[in-house]
């Protein structure tokens, strides 16, 4: 059942709504010219009609039992936020120019993940269109949105969502992100929609008025759980298909990434996840598209990218968080909170070879056995980072590596990630090492919403023993400390670095060995005293020999392998800012070299 307010030319629209215990549904329009029309009522709770003189920008509101108005749930656009009316879209008047984009082989992605509000000072998606020659000259062919469905206020990470399919008014709207999109796919940049499932925010959130959403059989972080399988669910879980095809239909998304997974609750025999990926499979062979559904998850359960057929939910991917803590732990020595089952040369070789470190055995942080094998799925399906949104913003001071680590620890961060079997995913400003912090912030207009937003922060930050006051997310001096500063780009060692990750990017898609992502054809060793990882690859007569140095201090080893090795990159040369290269321009297997410190070398084989 297609829902909301579809334009359907000539002046003509229709409104569709579920509101199964209402006795009465009135559509009332408010502009250009004020009228009421009755919806009719069909055997499943959805309200409907057909109504005429309707332009494309007209404002309107449901009126529930002539007690309460309340905008359309599948509003397509709030431009006076989310308590105001909502407003019809004409989706057809868009002048598309990406008819020749069919996207391009998922296992090529390398993802730049952005929001929109702190990546440029505009806060808009016009304001990144002139930035994506950047974002592609060092590589870049795929960006990540955070969400932008309609928050409360201007400043929101966008995971306080209360319409769906409604984009952000102070990002532009729908209309600039239809241009945005479009501008990527121009440049043959595919586009990433994070999506949230799982919860809506707290303020603004009307679903509550027309029917049963939410169930209290199931409790989130966020309260009462989506009702994706107690009664009255089917017309829960199309709300949600219908939201996925919305996406990808009306605004040429390539892709959908699913905001943690593990807070849908579904214990029905046909899972609402499965049910969405086999919509959107039937919608891409529709359309001759290619779109695929990314999950985040922290559950290490390989039923989530198994195929249907298999028994699993069918998507994708998913975002590796094991793979981050192994990688962290190394760099910064932190072992709190979630942290807490990481911090070994062993964690990280497992991450390396397999994806899941913990595949069935005792987790300390979550006191049981966590997680199953993924030794047996596709490199591909695994998406892997050393930043993210969540990894940094969920810091109590929102600092970025560059804040934490040596420089040379962060040239070893970036060729473990864009040098390892998986797809692998940039946080904004990574590259050239932004300054600047990534913290938390809303613009809530609820007091008391806003002193329990602070509460609940100060709550989460317990486990890893931070120290001093969070900075208050209400603040706006909170929201502009976060924005990133592009001048750093070609400054200094910040230039030097973003130099070093498109050397890393091209090396990446250009060497046989490490352009195909396979797990079957690598050997990964580590040596936990030496703090060393090393890692041969090879596909055809291609062969690489990459080795990690996660030691301060520089260490010797034999080289692993047989024949000899050309060194293609060493980040400890001058040219990358390094202390200088200990190493010959070759050398041969079982021969000693020396590894600086903290110290990344990759070699082909002569």
Not at 284 to 313: C, M, Q, W
Not at 346 to 373: D, I, M, P, W
Request: glycine share 8%; aromatic share 12%.
């Amino acid at each position: 059942m297609n829902i909301g307010a579809t334009y359907l030319g000539n002046r003509r629209a229709r409104f569709t709504v579920w509101a199964p215990f209402a006795q009465e549904v009135t559509l009332h329009l408010v502009a250009p010219a004020e009228r009421t029309l009755p919806l009719r009522r069909n055997k499943c709770g959805y309200w409907r009609t057909v109504a005429h003189d309707i332009a494309p920008d007209t404002a309107y509101f449901y009126r529930l039992d002539q007690t309460r108005e309340r905008p359309d749930p599948a509003s397509h656009f709030q431009p006076q936020g989310v308590h105001g009316p909502s407003q019809v879209i004409d989706h057809q008047a868009f002048a598309w120019s990406d008819q020749n984009w069919r996207g391009r082989e998922w296992a090529q992605w390398i993802i730049y993940e952005l929001h929109v509000g702190t990546c440029t000072p505009e806060g808009t998606f016009a304001a990144i269109i002139p930035r994506l020659d950047e974002l592609k000259e060092i590589g870049i062919n795929a960006i990540e949105l955070m969400p932008v469905a309609q928050f409360p206020g201007e400043r929101n990470w966008g995971y306080d969502g209360v319409h769906p399919f409604a984009v952000q008014q102070s990002y532009g709207g729908p209309q600039a992100l239809k241009s945005f999109v479009n501008a990527c796919h121009q440049k043959e940049i595919a586009v990433i929609l994070d999506v949230v499932y799982n919860h809506l925010g707290p303020e603004g959130n009307y679903l509550w008025d027309y029917g049963p959403y939410f169930t209290d059989r199931y409790q989130t972080p966020w309260g009462n759980a989506v009702n994706f399988d107690g009664p009255h669910s089917e017309a829960v879980r199309n709300f949600f298909i219908q939201n996925a095809r919305h996406w990808l239909g009306n605004y040429h998304i390539d892709a959908l990434r699913l905001d943690a997974i593990h807070a849908i609750h579904d214990m029905g025999a046909r899972p609402f996840l499965r049910e969405l990926a086999g919509k959107v499979a039937w919608f891409a062979g529709r359309t001759g598209r290619e779109f695929h559904l990314i999950a985040e998850s922290n559950l290490n359960d390989v039923k989530i990218i198994k195929p249907a057929e298999l028994g699993g939910y069918g998507m994708a991917a998913q975002w590796c968080d094991d793979f981050h803590h192994a990688l962290r732990t190394l760099l910064t020595g932190e072992h709190q909170g979630y942290y807490a089952d990481f911090g070994r040369i062993g964690h990280l070789v497992k991450a390396l070879r397999e994806g899941f470190v913990y595949t069935g055995q005792y987790s300390r942080y979550h006191q049981r056995r966590h997680g199953n094998s993924s030794q047996d799925r596709p490199a591909q399906q695994f998406v892997v980072f050393a930043q993210n949104h969540d990894q940094v913003g969920n810091r109590m001071g929102g600092e970025r590596l560059s804040q934490l680590v040596p420089f040379e620890a962060l040239k070893l961060a970036a060729g473990v990630v864009l040098l390892s079997p998986y797809v692998p995913l940039l946080f904004m400003g990574e590259e050239y090492g932004e300054t600047a912090p990534f913290l938390y912030f809303v613009s809530h207009g609820d007091p008391d919403l806003i002193a329990a937003v602070k509460a609940g922060r100060q709550q989460e930050f317990k486990t890893f023993n931070w120290q001093g006051e969070p900075p208050d997310p209400q603040s706006v001096e909170t929201f502009l400390r976060s924005k990133l500063r592009w001048h750093q780009r070609r400054e200094g060692r910040h230039g030097v670095l973003l130099n070093f990750y498109q050397a890393l990017i091209r090396l990446r898609q250009t060497n046989p060995a490490l352009a195909r992502l396979d797990k079957d054809s690598l050997e990964v060793e580590g040596r936990e005293t030496d703090q060393l990882v090393m890692m041969r690859r090879w596909h055809g007569a291609s062969a690489v020999l990459q080795l990690y140095n996660f030691n301060r201090a520089d260490v010797s080893v034999a080289a692993p392998g047989a024949g000899r090795w050309k060194v293609i990159l060493d980040s400890s040369e001058e040219k990358w800012h390094g202390p200088g290269s200990l190493l010959p321009p070759s050398f041969a297997a079982n021969q000693e070299i020396t590894l600086r410190g903290h110290g990344l070398v990759i070699c082909s084989q002569e």
